[in-house]
């Protein structure tokens, strides 16, 4: 039988994906191992730097065409953390709305999304265009997914369309930046032990066992 929602404790709950719901960071799959890439992206999830100051001048080093994304999209599906599927069904059977927000590539994202259950409107991430060819040619640069404070703005507009208890679950800096917007942001460390977030966090795990154990009564 499924719970009532009435029994539930948060009526929304928000995931980053990267190194929260895989055990990848997408950008830096696409980036090939390239130090540089892979540097910028360890900083910003830090909060060494800003999002503002990597997003574009990463993808814009990497030019990710179409088949690329296809490809990320393929290696999403198969790094999924121990304990995510079963962990969403149950969430689901709660009663709980579950939403994406990320700065990932949308495109790589959706069918890691779809795999989880996520409904298309439930994920939140920044699209890239290409050409008529299949190449890159930029991203939403209208997201605030590719800024800092980005996903805090993107939580509460979700939020003032919805009722009800919200958590947040995440690995990075841009995650914690949520925190003022929720009523729960639980630290995840299953990848990466990020200090800020474990010292910041309401709660910090290292495992998703340990994130149900918060989320459901």
């Given amino acids: ?21 895989v055990t990848i960071e997408g950008i830096d799959v696409l980036a090939g191992g390239n130090a540089e890439i ?25 030019r990710p065409n ?26 689901r059977a709660a009663g709980m709305n579950l939403h994406l927000v990320t700065g990932g590539i949308a495109q790589a994202i959706a069918p890691l999304a779809a795999h989880l259950g996520i409904a298309e409107r439930a994920l939140h ?6 050409d008529a ?14 800024r800092t404070g980005g996903k805090e703005i993107a939580v509460r507009d979700i939020r003032a369309r919805s009722k009800g208890p919200a958590a947040f679950v995440g690995d990075g800096v841009t995650d914690l930046e949520t925190k003022p917007a929720v009523d ?24 998703f066992a340990s994130v149900m154990r918060h989320l459901l009564p």
């Avoid at 539930?8 to 980053?16: C, I």
């Avoid at 296809?70 to 962990?87: F, H, K, M, N, Q």
């Avoid at 991430?125 to 290409?130: I, P, S």
């Fill in 38 to 62: 892979e540097r910028l992206t360890e900083k910003a999830m830090n909060g060494d730097l800003a999002v503002d100051a990597v997003y574009g001048k990463r993808l814009e080093l990497i």
């Fill in 1 to 21: 039988m499924e719970k009532r929602l009435s029994e539930t404790k948060y009526r929304s709950v928000f995931f980053d994906v990267d190194s929260t719901l």
């Fill in 184 to 207: 729960l942001f639980i630290g995840f460390g299953g990848v990466h032990v990020r200090p800020r977030v474990k010292e910041n966090a309401d709660v910090f795990v290292t495992d």
């Fill in 125 to 130: 991430a920044v699209a890239v265009h290409f």
């Fill in 133 to 146: 060819t299949g190449e890159y040619a930029d991203f939403d640069r209208h997201s605030p997914l590719t």
């Fill in 66 to 91: 179409r088949a690329a994304i296809e490809a990320l999209g393929r290696r999403y599906l198969g790094s999924i953390v121990a304990g995510v599927e079963d962990g969403f069904n149950r969430l």
